[in-house]
């Protein structure tokens, strides 16, 4: 298990909860933290099933940031991005789940160690969690996650798998 605390962003666990993969995260990390903002955010769709997806997950925290106005000057990321990246570097967060470009770009500017929700599947292929990513790939594009073919491809090159047939 990684030192700190590995803090999650919004859109990695609104994926995982779509295609019934949220529990990768406890099998990988034990705990995960999420932001006050990220935690409104989930629940803000689906509210009752996504509240009690939280409640039957305990090992998701919502930690509140101890700056509650974080000085992340970057343009263009919303209130959870911005907390969830607080709330990594306050804690010195061992790994930031997070999927959008312009918070990736900041948490790789702030040094922080950087997953997303394909990555999590990959990991959790290397550590025989998942026989296959590429059905959960395609399961993620169902639900409306923009992957793209670059990032499919490349992902199924990692996993040792065949590309998909276009």
Do not use: C, Y
Request: proline share 6%; no cysteine.
């Amino acid at each position: 298990m990684p030192a700190g605390p590995v803090v999650a962003n919004n859109s990695p666990l609104a994926a995982l909860w779509a295609i019934d993969q949220l529990d990768l995260l406890r099998q990988l990390f034990q705990e995960i933290w999420i932001a006050p903002a990220v935690g409104e955010e989930f629940v803000a769709f689906a509210r009752e099933e996504r509240q009690r997806a939280l409640a039957e997950r305990p090992w998701i925290r919502i930690v509140p940031l101890r700056d509650q106005r974080p000085r992340l000057s970057v343009l263009g990321l919303d209130l959870g991005e911005t907390q969830t990246l607080a709330l990594a570097a306050e804690n010195s967060a061992s790994l930031v789940i997070m999927d959008e470009r312009k918070g990736r770009t900041a948490a790789q500017r702030m040094k922080l160690r950087l997953t997303g929700t394909v990555g999590i599947l990959l990991l959790a292929k290397d550590q025989d969690l998942l026989l296959a990513v590429g059905p959960w790939l395609t399961r993620l594009e169902e639900h409306g996650m923009r992957l793209g073919t670059g990032l499919i491809g490349r992902a199924l090159e990692i996993a040792g798998e065949p590309p998909v047939a276009g």
